[in-house]
Every structure is written in structure tokens, then in C-alpha cells.
């Protein structure tokens, strides 16, 4: 089976290229031209570049495949129109070039789904009210797959962690400090290391009953206290978790967007924070521990201690 890969170079796409190989499958990577594919090349992914909104370069990637991973896309961006044609417009580009596909796997997010109840993680059957634009994106995206003519799956992860993740630097940095300022301290998260990830992108792809959408993650949500604990853990220190008003984080990512306008790089955004403010945003994976032939075997909170021991 030959796999059309996008967001191949990505912190999550470098965990399921190897995922996808070792199945046995064949991987053409669409890659952007600026997108640096020489660690695809060398295990034998072939690259095709282009843009994902020109139906052009998508037709032309296309030729050949059996089945398409959407892992492309993203929601750090000034400009919403940047996070919508991200995550929404490359999916529909893909869908109008879909047409003699066995299989369509998009990877969304649990944003797209918007928080949580306390004490009660989402599942598949509730509605959906994303905060986010970037949530928002990525919900406007699952609705196209409706027109594929072939069987689709979307994957909806929480924040993921793991080697080549970034985005949890600046906990890191804090906890060195001693001090992690936290927005809801009691307030719950689910997780996912970026290797259990890619192993659900790639059985949702294999597994032959699959179909539709999917919470993975982790089976226990953590509290963000918790989170800060084990990061402080991580760093060999003992860590004082100190409520963080909202308005603060607000504030910040206010400052943020400024510093990037004068050419900063951009590290957060008032749209990001409109998913970090959210209480709760926690999931319930049971659909896809009984259904995908999956089940993650890291913990986020175990990982962050051993990694100290
Ligand atoms: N990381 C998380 O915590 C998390 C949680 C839930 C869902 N997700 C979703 O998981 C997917 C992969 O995330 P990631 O963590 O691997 O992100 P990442 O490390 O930032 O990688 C993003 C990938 O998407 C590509 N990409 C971004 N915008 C694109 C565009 N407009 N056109 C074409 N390619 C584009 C990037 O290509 P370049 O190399 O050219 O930049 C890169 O390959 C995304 O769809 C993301 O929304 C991530």
C-alpha cells in the first residue's frame, strides 16, 4: 500500500515514518519547498513538493496512492486566514483529490472538540464547541472528510509530549527555577507521548473496522498541578506550583504577538490561549482502545520521573 504522508517533518510525522515503514507500507512525503526532508530521504521516503492548497501539486501527489495521513497543520499564526488554510483548506484540497482512495486518516486535535466537563472527559458522542480558531480549523476539516467517497478516520490527540517536542520548554524552564506559575491548578489534561500517537495514525490506518473519529490519549487524565510536579521531577527539583490569574496569561500572549510583529519568533498567541484557559481539557479514549488494536504505552507523569531516577 502506498501512503501519501503530510506534516511528514514534523515532531509527529518523525515518529510515524519509521511506524509507517515498518508496516511494510510504501511513503510518499508532500512536503513544502522550504521543508527540510534529508532524515525522510535517508530511510527511503520519497518526497514530493508543493503547496497543499494547489489542487495542481495535490492532483499530481496523489497519482498512485491507496490511502492519505493529513498530519499537516498547525495553529501558531498573527492571522486566523494562516491556521484555517493550515488545517482546513490543505484537507480540502485533499478531499477534492481523493478519488480513488482506500483510506483517509486526518489527524486533528482535541481542541477541535473545545474543553471538558469537570470530572468528565470527552467522548465521541458529545457535541463539539471548539474556542480556538485553531480549533475551529481543524473541526471545519473533519467536516469535509464527508465527501470523500472513501472510509475515513480522524484522530483527535491532546497536547503530546516526547523527544523532539518543543512546545514544553518553557515548563521546563520554570521548574529549573523552582517556581511553575499554573492557570487552574486543579484543572485536568489529557496527554500523549508523540510515539503513541504515531502508533494510532498508524493502525487507524491498517485496521480494516476503522472508522470515524477517535479520542487517543492516555487512559488517566492528569491535573496540571501534577504536570507541573512531575516537569519540576524532570529537572531534579522539588517545584512550587503558584496559581496563575488568567488575565496574566493573557497579558502574555498579548506581549507575545507585539514582539512578534517586531520579529520575534512567535511563541504564543491570544488564540492559543483560548484553548490553555480552558479548565479542563481531558478526553476519554475507550472508543479507540477497543477498536484500533491500540493502547499507548507511556505516561506522561512516569516518564517525567524515570527520566530523573
Ligand atoms: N503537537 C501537539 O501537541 C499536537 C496536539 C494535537 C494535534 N496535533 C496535530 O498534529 C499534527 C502534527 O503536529 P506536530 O506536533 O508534528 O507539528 P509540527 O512539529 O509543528 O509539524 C507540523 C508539520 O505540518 C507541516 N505544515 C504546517 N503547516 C503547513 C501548511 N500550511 N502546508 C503544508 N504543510 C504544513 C510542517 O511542515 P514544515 O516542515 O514545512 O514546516 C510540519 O511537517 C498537526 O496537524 C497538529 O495540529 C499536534
Same mark, same amino acid.
Not at 511494510?24 to 535517508?42: I, M, W, Y
Given at each position: 500500500m502506498?501512503?501519501?504522508?503530510?506534516? $511528514?517533518?514534523?515532531?509527529? *510525522?518523525? @515518529?510515524?515514518?519509521? &511506524?509507517?515503514?515498518? &508496516?511494510?507500507?510504501?511513503?510518499?512525503?508532500?512536503?513544502?519547498?522550504?521543508?527540510?526532508?534529508?532524515? +525522510?530521504?535517508?530511510?527511503?521516503?520519497?518526497?514530493?513538493?508543493?503547496?497543499?492548497?494547489?489542487? *495542481?501539486?495535490?492532483?499530481?501527489?496523489?497519482?498512485?496512492?491507496?490511502?492519505?495521513v493529513h498530519a499537516a497543520g *498547525?495553529?501558531?499564526?498573527?492571522?486566523?486566514?494562516?491556521? @484555517?488554510?493550515?488545517?482546513?483548506?490543505?484537507? &480540502?484540497?485533499?478531499?477534492? @483529490?481523493?478519488?480513488? +482512495? &482506500?483510506?483517509?486518516?486526518?489527524?486533528?486535535?482535541?481542541?477541535? @472538540?473545545?474543553?471538558?466537563?469537570?470530572?468528565?472527559?470527552?467522548?465521541?458522542?458529545?457535541?463539539? $464547541?471548539p474556542r480556538s480558531e485553531y480549533g475551529k480549523s481543524k473541526l471545519a476539516a473533519e467536516r469535509a472528510l464527508a465527501a470523500l467517497p472513501c472510509p475515513w478516520v480522524v484522530l483527535r490527540p491532546p497536547a503530546l509530549y516526547g523527544e523532539g517536542e518543543h512546545r514544553m520548554e518553557p515548563l521546563l524552564r520554570a521548574a529549573r527555577r523552582g517556581v511553575v506559575p499554573t492557570v487552574y491548578p486543579a484543572g485536568t489534561l489529557s496527554m500523549l507521548s508523540g510515539p503513541d500517537c504515531a502508533e494510532a495514525i498508524a493502525q487507524a490506518l491498517v485496521q480494516p473496522e476503522a472508522a470515524g473519529v477517535y479520542y487517543v490519549a492516555e487512559p488517566e487524565p492528569i491535573t496540571r498541578r501534577a504536570m507541573a510536579q512531575a516537569v519540576g521531577s524532570q529537572v531534579g527539583r522539588r517545584v512550587l506550583v503558584v496559581p496563575l490569574p488568567p488575565l496574566v496569561v493573557r497579558a502574555a500572549a498579548a506581549l507575545a504577538e507585539a514582539r512578534a510583529r517586531g520579529g520575534a519568533p512567535l511563541v504564543l498567541t491570544r488564540d492559543k490561549v483560548r484553548d490553555v484557559l480552558q479548565p479542563h481539557q481531558a478526553c476519554d479514549p475507550g472508543r479507540a482502545l477497543r477498536e484500533l488494536d491500540w493502547s499507548p504505552r507511556d505516561r506522561f507523569l512516569a516518564a517525567a520521573s524515570a527520566r530523573n531516577r
Open positions: 502506498k501512503v501519501l504522508l503530510t506534516g $511528514a517533518t514534523g515532531f509527529l *510525522g518523525g @515518529h510515524l515514518v519509521p &511506524r509507517l515503514l515498518g &508496516r511494510g507500507l510504501s511513503v510518499r512525503a508532500f512536503a513544502r519547498p522550504t521543508s527540510r526532508t534529508a532524515p +525522510l530521504e535517508a530511510q527511503g521516503v520519497e518526497i514530493v513538493r508543493g503547496a497543499l492548497t494547489d489542487d *495542481g501539486d495535490v492532483a499530481a501527489a496523489m497519482d498512485g496512492v491507496d490511502a492519505v *498547525g495553529g501558531l499564526a498573527l492571522d486566523p486566514a494562516v491556521i @484555517h488554510r493550515a488545517n482546513t483548506e490543505t484537507t &480540502r484540497t485533499l478531499v477534492r @483529490h481523493a478519488t480513488s +482512495l &482506500r483510506r483517509f486518516v486526518l489527524v486533528s486535535s482535541l481542541a477541535a @472538540h473545545g474543553p471538558s466537563r469537570p470530572g468528565r472527559p470527552a467522548t465521541e458522542a458529545d457535541p463539539d $464547541a
